[in-house]
């Protein structure tokens, strides 16, 4: 018989599970906090517990760590990880350091549900979806990272990896409880930022949610013909109804947006683009990063020269529309935006 997953039970079933057995319940919350607080990665290490428990534990259940294949460096000191899953699946996950915090960049599937045209994950399809757990460890992994290279824990999280979070919701939520709860990370919702393509639908659900965190989305363009060519999916969700969820967004949680832009030559470096996106901006409160595109290797895509992207810039600035240039990091090993495609793995 295949041995349950000791993480996919909640605290009170821990509890339950014990009392079952006649054992006090307080047991469950003792294995609760060493699963999430302590990240043991064995029954073992449960040194609190006596050793005919942590022998009971292992003869029901299995703990599914995720473990790291390979660990790469960047010469800005960004850290790629290729994180094994316990079906020999492979995700990646980014640590960003700045000289005052560091940043997680985690993944929410493997590979990607939509079809960006310029992103590499997109080239893998999506395989699963991660668990609560498996993302909630890629957290822990870079925090670990994060105290051993820098001295201090992590200071934000952005779900910007491999694949589209809201189409994973309701485990990219339940990880999001686990590393604010107290039980486990306690972090601030305000640290984390969750970035989607742009699913209405999802976008209306986390505003009814009530959700905490933050909210970015990848526009790349304001005009439904050019975002449908770059972003096949927004045939189906085109910008009227990302527009209207972004109103819900605003009116709910009262909680501005980011807006992720690249502008590419031939692509969106029309005037006509620029205005489109003023437009856009201006739909509720927000705040626009031009992002660097990072190469995959496909020759369609060039970044716009530095005349277009300022002329963006002035565009928005003129309009009060607070707009931020973003640096690519961790592109010399393939870590950047849009390059996570467990490319040694392939190769
Ligand atoms: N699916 C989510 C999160 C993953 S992508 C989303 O789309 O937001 C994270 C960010 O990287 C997105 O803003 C995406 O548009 C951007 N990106 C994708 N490919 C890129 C590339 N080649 N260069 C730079 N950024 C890229």
Same mark, same amino acid.
Request: charged residues 30%; glycine residues 4%.
């Given at each position: 018989?295949?041995?349950?997953?000791?993480?996919?039970?909640?605290?009170?079933?821990?509890?339950?599970?014990?009392?079952?057995?006649?054992?006090?319940?307080?047991?469950?919350?003792?294995?609760?906090?060493?699963?999430?607080?302590?990240?043991?990665?064995?029954?073992?290490?449960?040194?609190?517990? &006596?050793?005919?428990?942590?022998?009971?534990?292992?003869?029901?259940?299995?703990?599914?760590?995720?473990?790291?294949?390979?660990?790469?460096?960047?010469?800005?000191?960004?850290?790629?990880?290729?994180?094994?899953?316990?079906?020999?699946?492979?995700?990646? &996950?980014?640590?960003?350091?700045?000289?005052?915090?560091?940043?997680?960049?985690?993944?929410?599937?493997?590979?990607?549900?939509?079809?960006?045209?310029?992103?590499?994950?997109?080239?893998?399809?999506?395989?699963?979806?991660?668990?609560?757990?498996?993302?909630?460890?890629?957290?822990?992994?870079?925090?670990?990272?994060?105290?051993?290279?820098?001295?201090?824990?992590?200071?934000? @999280?952005?779900?910007?990896?491999?694949?589209?979070?809201?189409?994973?919701?309701?485990?990219?939520?339940?990880?999001?409880?686990? @590393?604010?709860?107290?039980?486990?990370?306690?972090?601030?919702?305000?640290?984390?930022?969750? &970035?989607?393509?742009?699913?209405?639908?999802?976008?209306?659900?986390?505003?009814?949610?009530?959700?905490?965190?933050?909210?970015?989305?990848?526009?790349?363009?304001?005009?439904?013909?050019?975002?449908?060519?770059?972003?096949? $999916?927004?045939?189906? $969700?085109?910008?009227?109804?990302?527009?209207?969820?972004?109103?819900?967004?605003?009116?709910?949680?009262?909680?501005?947006?980011?807006?992720?832009?690249?502008?590419?030559?031939?692509?969106?470096?029309?005037?006509?683009?620029?205005?489109?996106?003023?437009?856009?901006?201006?739909?509720?409160?927000?705040?626009?990063? @031009?992002?660097?595109?990072?190469?995959?290797?496909?020759?369609?895509?060039?970044?716009?020269?530095?005349?277009?992207?300022?002329?963006?810039?002035?565009?928005?600035?003129?309009?009060?529309?607070?707009?931020?240039?973003?640096?690519?990091?961790?592109?010399?090993?393939?870590?950047?935006?849009?390059?996570?495609?467990?490319?040694?793995?392939?190769?």
């Amino acid at each position: 018989m295949d041995k349950k997953d000791i993480r996919a039970l909640s605290l009170e079933e821990l509890k339950q599970f014990f009392t079952d057995r006649g054992d006090k319940s307080f047991r469950g919350k003792q294995v609760y906090e060493w699963l999430w607080h302590k990240v043991a990665y064995n029954f073992e290490q449960m040194t609190n517990l &006596s050793k005919e428990c942590r022998t009971m534990l292992e003869e029901n259940f299995v703990i599914n760590h995720v473990k790291i294949d390979k660990v790469q460096t960047s010469i800005d000191g960004t850290v790629k990880n290729a994180i094994r899953l316990y079906d020999g699946l492979l995700v990646e &996950s980014v640590l960003i350091p700045t000289d005052t915090r560091t940043t997680a960049c985690v993944s929410s599937q493997v590979g990607c549900s939509f079809d960006c045209k310029f992103c590499a994950t997109a080239k893998l399809k999506r395989m699963r979806n991660l668990k609560p757990d498996e993302i909630y460890d890629q957290v822990c992994v870079i925090n670990q990272q994060s105290l051993v290279n820098h001295n201090h824990k992590l200071s934000n @999280i952005v779900f910007m990896g491999m694949g589209e979070p809201l189409l994973n919701y309701k485990n990219v939520i339940a990880s999001i409880d686990k @590393i604010t709860s107290e039980e486990g990370l306690g972090m601030s919702p305000k640290r984390i930022t969750l &970035s989607t393509s742009g699913v209405p639908k999802m976008i209306m659900k986390m505003a009814d949610d009530d959700v905490k965190f933050n909210l970015a989305v990848s526009l790349h363009s304001a005009i439904n013909e050019v975002r449908t060519r770059i972003m096949p $999916f927004n045939e189906k $969700f085109p910008l009227e109804d990302l527009a209207e969820s972004l109103r819900h967004w605003y009116a709910k949680t009262q909680n501005k947006v980011t807006y992720e832009y690249i502008v590419w030559k031939g692509v969106n470096d029309r005037d006509i683009d620029i205005e489109a996106l003023v437009d856009f901006a201006k739909i509720i409160p927000c705040k626009v990063n @031009i992002i660097e595109y990072n190469y995959i290797g496909d020759d369609d895509f060039k970044q716009a020269d530095p005349r277009t992207i300022n002329k963006y810039m002035r565009a928005l600035e003129r309009n009060g529309i607070v707009v931020n240039l973003r640096k690519s990091r961790g592109e010399d090993i393939d870590a950047a935006c849009g390059q996570l495609a467990n490319k040694e793995e392939l190769e």
